[in-house]
């Protein structure tokens, strides 16, 4: 999976929640990818820290009504 052109959609806590968030992109037809953000790597190894979740600009609207206003 590749994103045309990546925007920042959201910051989750850690690893566990990036999959959650992304499957629900997913099972909507909205690729993303995630990656461990720079205050993730502050000493932290493994699954915790902070992630980036990313999609396709054109998507970013619906993604962003997908998740709701706390996001």
Same mark, same amino acid.
């Given at each position: 999976?590749? %994103? ?6 959201? /910051? !989750?806590? +850690?690893? *566990? @929640?990036?999959?959650? !968030? &992304? =499957?629900?992109?997913?099972?909507? *037809?909205?690729? &993303?990818?995630? /990656? $461990? /953000?720079?205050? *993730?790597?502050? #000493?932290?190894? =493994?699954? =915790? #820290?902070?992630? @980036? $979740?990313?999609? +396709?600009?054109? +998507? %970013?609207? /619906?993604?962003?009504?997908?998740? *709701?206003? @706390?996001?």
């Amino acid at each position: 999976m590749s %994103l045309t052109e990546p925007v920042p959609l959201t /910051t !989750v806590r +850690d690893e *566990g @929640e990036a999959e959650v !968030v &992304c =499957g629900l992109l997913r099972s909507s *037809g909205i690729e &993303c990818e995630w /990656t $461990i /953000t720079t205050q *993730g790597l502050a #000493g932290v190894v =493994g699954s =915790g #820290g902070a992630r @980036e $979740i990313f999609v +396709d600009r054109a +998507d %970013l609207e /619906t993604a962003q009504e997908l998740l *709701g206003p @706390e996001r």
